[in-house]
């Protein structure tokens, strides 16, 4: 069977680009009714998307009143739209920083049992300066540890979910006995920033576990998905940076002992569609007159760490001095380098920097009819650059109608795209390999030594 493309629905409210929630196209449901998520998500289901994806943010959004704000949490949300779908993977966004190993194996691995296997994590190392106090913290966490308490976190989530095989469950009614006890054995994992005994008191679940889905694009965002990520969300404005970065990670996956082909990578889409260029322009035209220049400059300046960016001339072409070095920003990294350069090479201005920013954040932005925007993508998809695409309309459902009505049929009909779901997992949507069950000579079954475990729990 030739190479088939991948879509991953971003969904976002009414949509990504900020003006979205105003627009009369968008779906005017409340942010917190089920119907908005539903819809959508049974719009992607009928054009046979991989995956409904749910991003997650710690902190409370823009407070000037002039944007939409507040988001549903992911799990929940996920686990009813689970009951809602039939065959579509459910995506959810939880952070490393600021969980526990315990508590979220516990509630991925009840997503994938109650969705038959259609779960996915989506692991991030939360940047928000506003997110540690939150959770009672003093200061942030900076940049570099986040990815050190992440590698520790997901090391004791994996322990975690091989702890319990399916198969020790026995359920024999007639005998009496519903637990092969010798099968389950504790994680015992212990790290410097993270321990956990176990076992975890879910099952393993269908897909052995949730699929590992990661979006990092700095250096140790890279080492990281090379490590764990079965999915890669990333963000490239132009088909050479996803190049790069495409082949970037999959030869530092190999450095770790993987295939390359277990490793899906989604650059992310922004597509406005019409009957005609001009119709599309129109779509951006509209949802531009929109927005706030007040809200661009408020989600700028979260992005470069809390950076002033209000002193600086609306019209007049940035420099390099406008910007902080970005290498000082424990924020997203690779993100605001984007930024700058992008600023720089198309000499832009803080206005246009701020409308190009509305609506994709970074992600590239497609304008065109159907067959231009198909186009786009299998251009992409052959080239190197994306196994497929995270599909971000910047209006829910229009624009999302539209890419699932027009765009799907055309790369479809290019045998590109499938026809039908020919699985029923997330793993087999993706086309990645299988997990087997931990076997009963893993050494992990080895009879616990709580004695051993404390002594190295005093020790840290």
Avoid: C
Avoid at 244 to 272: E, Q
Avoid at 351 to 368: C, I
């Amino acid at each position: 069977m030739s190479r088939q493309l991948h879509l991953n629905l971003f969904l976002m409210s009414r949509g990504h680009h900020e003006g979205a929630w105003r627009h009369p196209k968008s779906n005017h449901k409340a942010l917190t009714d089920l119907a908005l998520y539903v819809d959508a998500a049974e719009i992607a289901e009928k054009a046979k998307f991989d995956a409904v994806f749910l991003a997650d943010t710690l902190a409370a959004g823009n407070s000037s009143g002039l944007a939409s704000t507040g988001a549903l949490e992911p799990i929940v949300l996920l686990s009813v739209l689970a009951a809602h779908t039939k065959k579509i993977g459910l995506i959810g966004t939880a952070s490393t920083t600021y969980s526990l190993p315990y508590t979220l194996a516990r509630q991925f691995a009840t997503l994938d049992h109650l969705s038959n296997g259609r779960a996915g994590w989506n692991i991030v190392t939360s940047w928000a300066p506003e997110a540690g106090a939150n959770y009672g913290l003093q200061q942030n966490v900076d940049h570099e540890n986040r990815y050190r308490l992440a590698e520790e976190f997901v090391e004791a989530v994996d322990a975690l979910w091989k702890s319990f095989p399916a198969d020790a469950i026995i359920d024999d009614r007639d005998g009496g006995r519903y637990l092969d006890r010798d099968r389950v054995a504790p994680a015992n994992y212990v790290g410097a920033h993270y321990r956990t005994k176990g076992p975890l008191n879910v099952p393993e679940s269908p897909q052995s576990r949730p699929v590992y889905i990661q979006a990092g694009q700095s250096d140790a965002g890279r080492n990281f998905a090379a490590r764990w990520a079965e999915a890669i969300f990333t963000a490239h404005m132009t088909r050479e940076s996803a190049r790069t970065f495409y082949s970037d990670v999959k030869n530092r996956a190999i450095g770790y002992g993987r295939s390359p082909d277990d490793i899906v990578v989604l650059p992310g889409i922004s597509a406005a569609i019409g009957s005609t260029t001009k119709e599309a322009e129109q779509v951006w035209e509209e949802l531009d007159a929109l927005t706030s220049t007040d809200v661009g400059l408020t989600r700028l300046s979260a992005r470069f760490g809390g950076h002033d960016f209000s002193g600086i001339p609306l019209d007049r072409p940035m420099v390099k001095s406008d910007f902080p070095d970005p290498n000082t920003v424990d924020a997203s990294k690779s993100r605001v380098i984007g930024y700058v350069d992008m600023t720089l090479r198309e000499n832009l201005t803080l206005r246009q920097l701020l409308r190009k920013l509305a609506g994709a954040r970074g992600h590239f932005v497609a304008t065109g009819t159907p067959d231009q925007v198909a186009d786009v993508i299998e251009d992409w998809f052959r080239s190197g650059a994306a196994d497929g695409f995270n599909v971000m309309p910047p209006i829910i459902n229009s624009q999302l109608a539209l890419f699932a009505e027009e765009v799907v049929p055309i790369l479809q009909k290019r045998g590109l795209f499938r026809q039908d779901y020919e699985g029923k997992t997330l793993r087999e949507h993706f086309g990645l390999s299988e997990l087997g069950g931990i076997k009963a000579d893993d050494p992990r079954h080895s009879p616990l030594q709580a004695d051993v475990f404390g002594e190295t729990v005093a020790m840290l």
